[in-house]
C-alpha cells in the first residue's frame, strides 16, 4: 500500500503551496470528502518509483480550545494518526514561534518519523539563519522553496527514507487467481455488517495477516471454489476468535484499500440517498481504474417513493459508473447477497478479459463503416488498427492519422461496441489514441 506523508504546520507557512508541488498540480485533491475540505486535502505523489498519498492540513494549532481553530487542530491531529511520516513545514523567513514549540512538543511526544522544512527559504543561505529551528529538537532543518521548487527533492528523499519502501522486483509474486476485494462507503452504511455477515455467518474466514503499518487487515477467505482477499475498510479487529468490525472512517484507508482491490464493492445508504461523499468515493474508484459493484443497503428500511427517488438518485450522481452492476441488499437480513458475489466475480472477469488485436482492429473497422467520425476542420480522423494496451483496467489503443481530433462522443461510441462484443460488466475501459508520425513532416 502507498505510504502516506501528513505536511503539518502553523497557518500561512506554505503548506499547500509545497503540497501542490509534490503532487504536480494546483488542484491535486483525489478525495475532497464532505466535512474534511476545510482541512485535510488528500494527493497522489511520486517520487522515482515509489508513489505516496500526500496530506494537506490547515493550520495547526495544538492548545485550541474552542472554535474553528480547535476543529482544525482535531483534523490534523487525524491526519498525522493516519501518517507513516510528518513533514513540519516552519517559515524561514518569519522565523521561529511559540506555535512552532507548541507543534515541535505534540510531534516529538508521538515519536512518529518527522523532517523539519524550513520553507521560504529561496536566497537565503544556510547556516545562521536557519539555527533558531535546531531548539525544536527535531534534528536536520532542510530549506525549502515551495513557491520556487528548490530542495523539495531531496525533502521527499530524506522523509520517505526510514519508510524502507522495497524496490518494484523485491515485490512478492501476485497470484492471480486471488480476487482483492475492498468494501468502500461512508462510515455507518453496514460495511461492517454486511463483512461480519460474509466472515461469520458463513464462515469463509481463514486466517487475518498482520496489519501494516497503517493498520489496514487482509482477510483471505474462499467462497464457491474462489478465493478472495477483503482488503478492510471498515476498521477490522480481532479479538479472541471473534472478528468486530469498529465503524472508523479514514480517508487514507479507504484510497488505500481502493488503490490495492482488484474489484471495489461501494455500499451506499438506502435510508440516506446517494451524497456528496459517496460521488467521491465513485470518483476515485473510476480514477484509479478499478472494476466497481454497486450495492444499495437498507433496501428492507425504506419505502416505494424513497425507492424511487434513490434510484433517479443513483442515475444522476454516479451516472458515470452506468458500466457497473446495481444490488438491492439488506445485510443484516442478510437478502440479496449471492448475486453481489456473481457480479464481482463477473466485474474481475471483465477487468481481466484479453482480447486479441485482430479481432479488435474488425470491430474497429465496422464501427467505423457505421459511422465514421466527424471532419475536424480540413483533417477528418483515419482510425486504422486498434490492440490491447493493458488489463485492470482494459486498455484499448486505437492507432491512425489525426485522432486527437477524435470527439468524446465517438470515444464514447467506441466503448459501446467495444463493451458489448466482450460483455465487459463493471470495469472501466480506457480507449487511448496514438496518431501516427507523418515522415515527411520535418523535410523540405
Known sequence: MKPVMALVGRPNVGKSTLFNR???????????????????????????????IVIDTGGFEPTAESGIYMEMAKQTRQAVAEADVVVFVVDARGGLSAQDHDIADY???????????????????????LTEFYELGLGEVHPVSAAHGQGIRSLVEVALAPLNLPEEDEDAAVDESVIKLAVAGRPNVGKSTLINTWLGEERLVAFDLPGTTR???SVPFERDGQKYELIDTAGLRRKGRVFEAIEKFSVVKTL???????????????TQGVTDQDAHIAGYILESGRAVVLAVNKWDAVDAYQREQLQRQIEARLAFLRFAALHLISAKKRQGLGPVWQSIVQAHKSAMTKM?????????????QFQAPKRSGMFRPKLRYAHQGGMNPPVIVVHGNS???????????LEGRFR?????????????MKTSKN?????D
Open 22 to 52: 509534490m503532487t504536480k498540480s494546483r488542484d491535486a485533491i483525489v478525495a475532497d470528502f464532505a466535512g474534511l475540505t476545510r482541512d485535510r486535502h488528500y494527493g497522489n505523489a511520486k517520487h522515482g518509483k515509489h508513489e505516496f
Open 107 to 129: 510531534l516529538r511526544k508521538l515519536g512518529k518519523p518527522t523532517v523539519l522544512a524550513a520553507n521560504k527559504a529561496e536566497g537565503m543561505t544556510e547556516g545562521v539563519q
Open 215 to 217: 493498520d489496514a487487515i
Open 256 to 270: 488505500q484499500a481502493i488503490e490495492s482491490a482488484n474489484v471495489v464493492l461501494l455500499l451506499l445508504d438506502a
Open 356 to 368: 486479441p488485436t485482430p479481432v479488435l482492429t474488425r470491430l474497429l473497422q465496422e464501427a467505423v
Open 403 to 413: 485522432l486527437e481530433h477524435v470527439t468524446d462522443a465517438y470515444k464514447r461510441f
Open 420 to 432: 458489448k462484443e466482450f460483455n465487459l460488466i463493471g470495469t472501466p475501459l480506457r480507449i487511448e
Open 439 to 443: 515522415p515527411y513532416a520535418d523535410k
